[in-house]
């Protein structure tokens, strides 16, 4: 008996581990596809379109780049020329120095050369825009007297110049900017006017020029910095002074004052005025207020460390103008100028915010507040108080409309947020309003850099406008740019790059199929499960599933398993399960076999 149920448990045992059999068969081991090797394209420079850096511009612009581009050019004495042949080793080695940096500090992207007799360093930025579009021009001279270091006269100039270049090159911008150093302008502005006349000849056509020489010495009793225009009409010069004016009144410490040039004694005495001479009326001077108290004008102690000079004023004048550059290229088509602001405000407290306005628009005005109430107050040009809106109750849930207000007369504005109330409150402050900057009647909402008609086109029939191509960065005559089997529209839908061809293999959704893949197949490169039934879109392709349609609960091989059954169980939903077909067959043979052993084995024992 102890051999029979020895035999037995062997039988049973037996019994286990062949019905255990199929399973281990019929499961599906899992495909792996191997890593995508690829190499990332290069950190894209960010490509301004509708989008305000006027402030952030403003941020990155700073003291210290300032004052050490003054104290490197200058502390290695004068800078003198006389003639085209007869200049200082300063002036030749100062001209070298700007050239390198302008280089130097755009990584390569301003494009310098040196032009004219007096050989004045002319760097240009290029703007994005493929098709002829006004430019945007900031220059200082680097020659200065004999007797000076010229920190002031105009190290001021030439560091205005560098730092916003700086700045400006962390971008791309719709239009060209230009960065200009003259030379000879201490003997009769030489070199700004050679320039000039290459522009003319170039058919270059500046929207405004901001000309900067000597910042560092404010009037005690008014600390400002001069921002000069020609006396024509308001677009053409009082506009672009109003403008830094605005941003420094928004941003900074309101130190811009326009000045209309027949209350400037020293207009033609600077290298604006050579290019006002051939026709670029949008020409402005900066220039330090305290001239009268400027005692160190063309003299040896116009050294970059004067512990009189102030820097910090000076940096403020070179903030508003950079972004003031800024702010304009912010326009899109069919965009009016918007503004949004966040801010708290404790009793008693006031905040004000500026625009400039260039003729016939409405004002909207939108807030909603936290905690209290406010007074909104909107102030014309001269300070005319133009509408007030009261409220002593809190208004958080949605935005009030405070006010849509026509204007028509041109210049600065003045919103004021104002808590009367008794609490800390919070504020949401919206507002906008239109602009038209050239004056030609049609607002620059409705136009942009370009004609209105590449709006329109479509070259390559991508469904995207050749001047949405433009903007974008891609060819209007393909339509796939980076030739990466990706259409461009395709890519910009799906949050791709159309200008990285290697992106094409990258797994956006990390799915295990390649962006390339995902558009052949038709599903997203952003869904691991395109038609969200549960089933990974690689699972379904990997069996000829359908990652378009829910197919979640349908059993092709009719194995009584549905494909999400299938899935979890890691299974083929294309091969019938055997393990469930034939577990009753195999169950019988194997107690038929555990049967047959017990028998046999009880007729070898009675025979022994």
């Known amino acids: 008996m102890k051999r029979i149920g020895i035999i037995v448990a062997i039988s049973i045992s037996l019994l286990v581990i062949s019905s255990m059999i199929p399973t281990f068969i019929d499961q599906v ?10 190499t990332e394209s290069e950190t894209q420079i960010e490509r301004v379109y509708g989008v305000d850096k006027s402030q952030e511009v403003f941020n990155y612009i700073s003291t210290n780049s300032f004052t050490n581009y003054v104290k490197k050019l200058t502390e290695n004495g004068s800078r003198w020329i006389q003639a085209p042949d007869l200049a200082s080793n300063q002036n030749t080695a100062a001209r070298i120095w700007i050239a390198n940096e302008l280089t130097s500090v755009s990584n390569g992207r301003i494009e310098v050369e040196i032009i004219g007799n007096y050989k004045s360093v002319v760097g240009r930025l290029p703007g994005y825009l493929p098709i002829k579009t006004p430019v945007f021009l900031v220059g200082g001279h680097y020659d200065s007297v004999a007797a000076s270091p010229g920190a002031n006269d105009d190290g001021t100039g030439i560091a205005t110049m560098l730092e916003i270049a700086r700045v400006m090159s962390r971008y791309e911008w719709p239009l060209d900017i230009y960065f200009g150093a003259w030379n000879a302008e201490e003997i009769g502005l030489y070199g700004s006017k050679e320039v000039s006349q290459q522009f003319v000849q170039r058919d270059i056509d500046i929207l405004v020029h901001y000309n900067v020489d000597m910042l560092l010495v404010p009037d005690p009793f008014n600390q400002t910095v001069l921002m000069v225009y020609q006396a024509a009409p308001y677009h053409i010069g009082h506009y672009w002074a109003d403008l830094p004016s605005m941003m420094s009144k928004n941003y900074g410490q309101d130190i811009i004052k ?3 040039s027949t209350d400037f004694s020293a207009w033609q005495r600077s290298d604006h005025y050579s290019f006002i001479e051939n026709g670029y009326g949008s020409s ?5 207020s305290g001239g009268e108290y400027d005692i160190w004008y063309h003299s040896a102690g116009d050294t970059w460390n004067n512990p009189a000079y102030d820097y910090d004023i000076a940096t403020q004048a070179v903030k508003a103008i950079g972004a003031s550059i800024a702010f304009t290229m912010s326009r899109a088509y069919g965009k009016v100028v918007q503004n949004y ?9 006031k905040k004000d915010f500026h625009m400039v306005i260039t003729g016939p628009t409405i004002i909207n005005v939108t807030s909603r507040w936290y905690a209290g109430g406010s007074t909104f107050a909107l102030y014309g040009t001269s300070g005319n108080l133009i509408d007030s809106f009261v409220s002593d109750d809190a208004h958080p849930w949605e935005s009030e409309i405070i006010f849509q207000i026509p204007v028509s007369k041109e210049g600065l504005y003045l919103l004021r947020v104002f808590n009367h109330r008794g ?4 504020y949401e402050l919206s507002w906008e309003y239109d602009t038209d900057i050239d004056n030609n009647d049609i607002p620059d909402s409705q136009e942009f850099w370009i004609d209105d008609e590449y709006f329109m086109i479509d070259s390559d029939s991508d469904t995207i ?4 191509e433009m903007i974008i960065g891609t060819s209007w005559e393909s339509a796939d740019t980076d030739s990466d089997l990706l259409p461009d529209n395709y890519e910009i839908d799906n949050q791709l790059d159309p200008l990285d061809p290697s992106d094409a293999l990258h797994d956006l959704d990390g799915d295990s199929l390649t962006n390339l893949q995902e558009y052949q197949f038709g599903s997203s490169p952003l869904l691991v499960d395109t038609d969200s039934d549960g089933l990974p879109d690689a699972w379904e392709y990997q069996y000829g599933l359908n990652p378009l349609v829910d197919d979640s609960l349908e059993d092709p091989d009719n194995d009584s398993l549905t494909n999400i059954e299938e899935y979890r169980r890691g299974s083929n939903p294309n ?11 195999s169950s019988s043979l194997n107690i038929g076999v555990v049967v047959i052993l017990i028998l046999g084995t009880l007729f070898w024992y009675r025979r022994r």
């Open 29 to 38: 081991i899992p495909t792996t596809q191997e890593n995508i090797i690829y």
């Open 575 to 585: 091969v019938a399960d055997i393990s469930l077909v034939s577990v009753s067959i």
């Open 423 to 426: 609490t800390t409150t919070g």
């Open 284 to 288: 402005l001077f900066a220039h330090e």
């Open 258 to 260: 326009p000045v209309i």
């Open 465 to 468: 406008s050749d001047a949405e």
């Open 341 to 349: 602001k966040t801010f708290n405000l404790l009793p008693g407290h």
